[in-house]
């Protein structure tokens, strides 16, 4: 009765839906052949690509949630804004199939979920054969970068990087407010106008710890000359030691303690990327640091990819994950893709031998 039930829900949801293609996609492995993703376009007041909901019915699970969520527009955290991009793994633009625009942090916004599944598989691939990054830490440290940077040392400044919007006249005027500021930019603006980044040094000071008194002379030992010239120097009279000055308040004069050493800035965001490593390898048998055992050497996908793949959408988008079918279907297009790449080197190759 459940499977009924939901089935009922998801087409109810599908036709009160706006947009509603009247023509179904042919071949859901192609999606370049469907009516839907040919009318998908980017708005930008909205920040969502506007077949988004449609996408989701078919492309998200749990399909209750999905359907519900679309039906009454909810927002966070239940449908967050890569859902509403179609890009269940919050992939920044590199050009890639489907790729309608980007939102004001760099994600893209994909005529489809399924041009958004090919590229996660893509970009898995050149991370695991082209980066050499086989663990799940290794991924994610690149994948979803902590925001921030911490470099100490006694008595110096903690020097924090912090990722702003380098050369706009906002991050000037911020790093003009700072007390003890020393502002210096890390990168220029990228082609295309793309922003750079802005470092800057934070008057962060470290505690300063003094020396007690009974420490003094554990450190080098005097040399026997200066010994012997102090011996036979005559001794100096001895004079009592003035009265120590009463306080004036009535104040505790117990010393305070001193500051606890600052905390690292990124902690927290290194917890994020610890936890996302260990979803990635829940179920596997594996550690963060392991091999995920993704591809083989010439990139063909193992079983390992639609495991990680389904872990890591879900930590993408939180309540939500991409469907199995969807993933499956990407790696299936990707393996095909290798296979036809395979074959037009032969090609190539026998071509040229024949010349």
Same mark, same amino acid.
């Given at each position: &009765?459940?499977?009924?039930?939901?089935?009922?829900?998801?087409?109810?949801?599908?036709? &009160?839906? *706006?947009?509603?293609? !009247?023509?179904?996609?042919?071949?859901?492995? %192609? *999606?370049?052949?469907?009516?839907?993703?040919?009318?998908?376009?980017?708005?930008?007041?909205?920040?969502?690509?506007?077949?988004? %909901?449609?996408?989701?019915?078919?492309?998200?699970? $749990?399909?209750?949630?999905?359907?519900?969520?679309?039906?009454?527009?909810?927002?966070?955290?239940?449908?967050?804004?890569?859902?509403?991009?179609?890009?269940?793994?919050?992939? /920044?633009?590199?050009?890639?199939?489907?790729?309608?625009?980007? @939102?004001?942090?760099?994600?893209?916004?994909?005529?489809?979920?399924?041009?958004?599944?090919?590229?996660?598989?893509?970009?898995?691939?050149?991370?695991?054969?082209?980066?050499?990054?086989?663990?799940?830490?290794?991924?994610? %440290?690149?994948?979803? $970068?902590?925001?921030?940077?911490?470099?100490?040392?006694i008595g110096g400044a903690a020097v924090i990087a912090v990722k702003g919007i380098g050369g706009t006249l906002r991050a000037r005027y911020?790093?003009?407010?700072?007390?003890?500021?020393?502002?210096?930019?890390?990168?220029?603006?990228? *082609?295309?106008?793309?922003?750079? %980044?802005?470092?800057?040094?934070?008057?962060?000071?470290?505690?300063?710890?003094?020396?007690?008194?009974?420490?003094?002379?554990?450190?080098? /030992?005097?040399?026997?000359?200066?010994?012997?010239?102090?011996?036979?120097? $005559?001794?100096?009279?001895?004079?009592? $030691?003035?009265?120590?000055?009463?306080?004036?308040?009535?104040?505790?004069?117990? *010393?305070?303690?001193?500051?606890?050493?600052?905390?690292?800035?990124?902690?927290?965001?290194?917890?994020?990327?610890?936890?996302?490593?260990?979803?990635?390898?829940?179920?596997?048998?594996?550690?963060?640091? !392991? @091999?995920?055992?993704?591809?083989?050497? !010439?990139?063909?996908?193992?079983?390992?990819?639609?495991?990680? &793949?389904?872990?890591?959408?879900?930590?993408?988008?939180?309540?939500?994950?991409? @469907?199995?079918?969807?993933?499956?279907?990407?790696?299936?297009?990707?393996?095909?893709?290798?296979?036809?790449?395979?074959?037009?080197?032969?090609?190539?190759?026998?071509?040229?031998?024949?010349?």
């Amino acid at each position: &009765m459940v499977p009924h039930t939901l089935v009922a829900l998801v087409l109810a949801g599908r036709a &009160m839906l *706006p947009g509603s293609p !009247d023509i179904p996609a042919e071949d859901p492995s %192609r *999606p370049e052949e469907s009516g839907q993703v040919a009318a998908a376009r980017y708005e930008a007041a909205a920040r969502e690509v506007s077949n988004w %909901r449609l996408e989701a019915l078919d492309a998200l699970e $749990p399909k209750p949630v999905v359907a519900l969520a679309a039906l009454v527009n909810a927002g966070k955290p239940v449908v967050t804004r890569c859902v509403r991009l179609n890009n269940y793994w919050c992939i /920044k633009s590199a050009r890639w199939n489907g790729e309608l625009a980007t @939102d004001s942090e760099g994600h893209v916004g994909f005529a489809s979920a399924a041009y958004g599944a090919e590229a996660a598989a893509t970009l898995l691939r050149r991370y695991y054969l082209d980066f050499n990054r086989k663990s799940a830490l290794d991924i994610v %440290r690149r994948w979803a $970068p902590a925001e921030c940077n911490i470099a100490t040392s006694i008595g110096g400044a903690a020097v924090i990087a912090v990722k702003g919007i380098g050369g706009t006249l906002r991050a000037r005027y911020l790093a003009s407010k700072r007390r003890g500021k020393a502002v210096r930019y890390t990168a220029k603006a990228g *082609p295309g106008g793309k922003p750079g %980044r802005v470092s800057m040094v934070l008057p962060a000071r470290t505690p300063q710890y003094r020396v007690p008194d009974i420490a003094a002379g554990m450190g080098e /030992k005097k040399s026997r000359s200066a010994s012997s010239s102090a011996a036979s120097a $005559p001794a100096r009279p001895v004079r009592a $030691p003035k009265p120590a000055a009463r306080p004036t308040t009535t104040a505790s004069t117990t *010393p305070k303690p001193a500051p606890p050493p600052a905390a690292t800035a990124c902690a927290p965001d290194e917890r994020r990327l610890r936890n996302y490593a260990a979803r990635m390898v829940a179920g596997l048998d594996l550690g963060p640091t !392991d @091999d995920l055992r993704l591809f083989e050497a !010439d990139g063909t996908p193992l079983p390992n990819l639609s495991h990680v &793949m389904l872990a890591m959408s879900g930590f993408e988008l939180g309540m939500l994950r991409a @469907d199995p079918e969807l993933v499956d279907r990407a790696i299936r297009r990707a393996t095909l893709k290798i296979r036809a790449g395979k074959a037009d080197l032969a090609r190539d190759g026998a071509a040229s031998a024949t010349r």
